[in-house]
């Protein structure tokens, strides 16, 4: 069975240290963060992205049916996050497919950004597991990561 998520929740699922809104909605994230997508062969969990309250959403205190009492603010990340990551409500992919687009298209800078208006953003979390995922995934060192990508764009002849 695939696991719902937001577009937004991939990086908060990348970054989850065990904090959240009450013990119900940690307790809720934990299972799938760590029981289902960080598992043995978490890579293969299958996932349909949506646009409305997922998976992680259920026990949330904000909810509000399939929504949640700050939606505009919801939907304006899921944006961004759609946007930067190449997702959008309907698509089905594995976890391993979504981080490789974290990997692939996400600078800890980005977030600035791609986050902006999120209470957790501030705390450094979220980029300090940007920076671990690239580090991990592409070689660098995490303080290399954390630094400012250097963009370089390709005109073609």
Same mark, same amino acid.
Request: charge should be negative.
């Given at each position: 069975?695939?696991?719902? #998520?937001? &577009?937004?929740?991939? /990086? !908060? @699922?990348?970054?989850? $240290?065990?904090?959240?809104?009450?013990?119900?909605?940690?307790?809720?994230?934990?299972?799938?963060?760590?029981?289902?997508?960080?598992?043995?062969?978490?890579?293969?969990? &299958?996932? *349909?992205?949506?646009?409305? @309250? +997922?998976?992680?959403? @259920?026990? !949330?205190? *904000? *909810? *509000?049916?399939?929504?949640? %009492?700050?939606?505009?603010?919801?939907?304006?990340?899921?944006?961004?996050?759609?946007?930067? /990551? =190449?997702?959008? &409500?309907?698509?089905?992919?594995?976890?391993?497919?979504?981080?490789?687009?974290?990997?692939?298209?996400?600078?800890? %800078?980005? /977030? +600035?950004? #791609?986050?902006?208006? !999120? $209470?957790? /953003?501030?705390? =450094?979390?979220?980029? @300090?597991?940007?920076?671990? #995922?690239?580090?991990?995934?592409?070689?660098?060192?995490?303080? $290399?990561?954390?630094? &400012?990508?250097?963009?370089?764009?390709?005109?073609?002849?």
């Amino acid at each position: 069975m695939a696991i719902r #998520l937001r &577009p937004h929740h991939v /990086l !908060c @699922a990348l970054s989850f $240290e065990g904090k959240g809104y009450d013990s119900a909605f940690v307790a809720n994230m934990a299972h799938i963060v760590w029981g289902q997508l960080q598992s043995t062969n978490g890579s293969k969990t &299958p996932v *349909r992205i949506t646009g409305q @309250a +997922d998976s992680i959403c @259920a026990p !949330c205190p *904000r *909810r *509000r049916d399939m929504g949640c %009492d700050v939606q505009d603010k919801i939907d304006t990340l899921d944006a961004r996050h759609g946007a930067a /990551l =190449g997702l959008a &409500p309907g698509d089905q992919v594995t976890w391993g497919d979504c981080v490789d687009r974290v990997v692939a298209q996400v600078e800890p %800078d980005d /977030l +600035d950004h #791609l986050c902006q208006g !999120c $209470e957790w /953003l501030d705390l =450094g979390v979220c980029k @300090a597991a940007v920076a671990q #995922l690239l580090s991990d995934k592409k070689g660098r060192p995490p303080e $290399e990561a954390a630094l &400012p990508a250097q963009r370089v764009k390709v005109s073609g002849a």
